[in-house]
């Protein structure tokens, strides 16, 4: 018997300064049985850096040939794909012949020595690469509730995320 996803609900008062994109967004997110609180915060976090009425979350680790998040166009070409953790050289390169703009999010403690390891052929391509602090990561992980209102305030490169009972300071810093 397969085990089912767990299913979160966030209302997210989103207020990105750098881009001047302000909005209310509810999100529904399944968390893959194999999936950690924290990457499913590290989602989350990439969503609101790059809100779009037409941004989507997609099956994410339940379909291996799609990115985390991404943003089609109405003739279905990828806009924009996102991934969030350590993907494979090969996999960027698929993400970068795939869509015109792609971005990675590592979030976690071995993200430093997998940028390391990348080949340096895979670090040029037309791709973004950021990394979330993981400390930070973890902790806003440990606030999360099944349903909640969270405030989303951006600029710069950090976030201040505020909960009912809770409230951090999130930053990310590019790695190319």
């Not at 989103?14 to 609180?37: K, M, W």
């Not at 020595?113 to 080949?119: E, K």
């Given at each position: ?28 997110i399944a968390q893959h049985p194999s999936e ?141």
């Amino acid at each position: 018997m397969a085990l089912k996803p767990t299913i979160y609900k966030f209302r997210i008062s989103l207020s990105d300064l750098n881009r001047n994109y302000y909005d209310t967004v509810n999100l529904t997110i399944a968390q893959h049985p194999s999936e950690t609180l924290e990457r499913m915060m590290a989602r989350v976090m990439a969503f609101c850096l790059n809100a779009d009425p037409e941004l989507g979350f997609t099956k994410g680790l339940s379909e291996v040939e799609q990115p985390d998040i991404w943003q089609k166009s109405l003739e279905q070409d990828t806009l924009l794909w996102i991934d969030v953790g350590e993907p494979t050289a090969e996999r960027l390169k698929k993400a970068a012949r795939s869509a015109k703009q792609v971005k990675i999010y590592s979030f976690n403690s071995k993200s430093t020595t997998w940028w390391q390891q990348l080949p340096s052929k895979t670090k040029q391509l037309p791709i973004a690469f950021w990394q979330f602090d993981w400390q930070e990561i973890a902790s806003l992980a440990s606030f999360v509730e099944r349903t909640m209102d969270m405030s989303v305030t951006i600029t710069e490169e950090s976030a201040y995320v505020t909960t009912a009972n809770n409230e951090i300071e999130l930053h990310w810093q590019a790695l190319n």
